[in-house]
């Protein structure tokens, strides 16, 4: 018997999860179920990869019963059908609430913001004075200047700001934690869930907490170092970055080195439509290593299956699973 190659591999295996999200769905027919006997029928690698598919279903019913704390199930035959059965119907009405949430999520933000980018769109932006702003993926900015200062707020997202020189009007980002003041020319601020993070290209920055009253000395942060100002433990002493790795969203790229792929798959999640799920805990602690294009979702999780022992099952176009 020849082996089969990767590429057959991973068409059967998304026939696979086809075939069974099918029969699980209360909608499958007569004539279904045959065509699913004769398409098991084909090969051993056919069976193979239908009884993979539902070992996956069944993992992803564990994660789901860990994570709701409750109580695992018997593992007999029939049990584990219904299980399958049950985290199946669990998995489609998760991937249309996905389907339906997804596209308006950040949509508050966008519609009260001057500029701003969807998920995997970047934009260059020149402002009134003559400063350049460049909005990565899913971003919302506003500008408010006026004769005394120039206000940007970061709403969500991250963006680059070329600052023009003026000297009679502080140039100033706030976030829903942090306001940074440009010293110089060029900086990058990241606005996460409780935090800020600012990487400083050229020159300098001053941080401070949103509701502070003025900038302290030691809150200046220095061209090629990196800071985060947390909303419970407040600015954090910087540390150098290496700002090839750090600017390679930029040129279209990111870059890790020897990071947990949990880590790599919520950065992922920032650049691609829908959600990317680890279906197993243990492969969250993979380290991974590598440059990957964050303008082709598909040719990265190509990788991602190339230089780790995981598999990347996409069940809709807003959910795709990774699993051993």
């Known amino acids: 018997m020849t082996k089969a190659s990767v590429s057959e591999i991973t068409e059967l295996s998304d026939q696979a999860i086809d075939w069974i999200i099918l029969l699980n769905s209360g909608n499958a027919t007569e004539q279904d179920r045959q065509l699913v006997t004769q398409w098991l029928n084909r090969s051993p690698s056919h069976r193979k990869a239908f009884a993979e598919a539902e070992q996956l279903m069944l993992d992803m019913g564990e994660v789901m019963t860990a994570q709701s704390g409750s109580k695992p199930q018997s593992s007999t035959p029939v049990k ?54 460049l909005l990565n993926t899913d971003t919302a900015l506003s500008v408010a200047y006026n004769a005394s200062g120039r206000r940007l707020t970061l709403k ?48 300098a920055v001053s941080v401070k907490g949103l509701h502070d009253q003025d900038y302290t000395a030691s809150a200046r942060i220095n061209a090629g170092q990196l800071a985060v100002y947390d909303k419970e433990r407040g600015l954090q002493a910087p540390i150098t970055v290496d700002p090839a790795q750090s600017s390679a969203w930029q040129r279209g790229k990111l870059i890790f080195k020897n990071q947990p792929l949990a880590t790599v798959i919520a950065e992922f999640d920032r650049y691609f439509p829908g959600r990317i799920v680890i279906v197993q805990s243990q492969l969250a602690n993979l380290r991974v290593s590598g440059v990957f294009p964050i303008n082709d979702p598909a040719a990265t999780m190509s990788m991602i299956e190339q230089i780790l022992p995981v598999k990347v099952s996409r069940i809709t176009p807003w959910l795709t699973l990774l699993h051993g």
Do not use: M
């Open 80 to 133: 584990r059908t219904r299980i399958a059965s049950h985290w199946l119907s669990s998995l489609a009405v998760a991937s249309i609430l996905i389907a339906l949430i997804l596209p308006f999520s950040g949509l508050i933000d966008h519609w009260i913001s001057d500029y701003y980018t969807g998920v995997g769109e970047q934009k260059t932006i020149t402002l009134a004075d003559g400063s350049q702003v």
């Open 156 to 203: 969500r997202g991250q963006a680059v700001f070329h600052v023009a020189v003026d000297r009679n009007r502080p140039f100033e980002v706030a976030t829903g934690t942090a306001v940074v003041k440009a010293l110089g020319t060029v900086f990058e601020v990241l606005e996460e869930a409780h935090a800020t993070r600012v990487i400083v290209q050229e020159h």
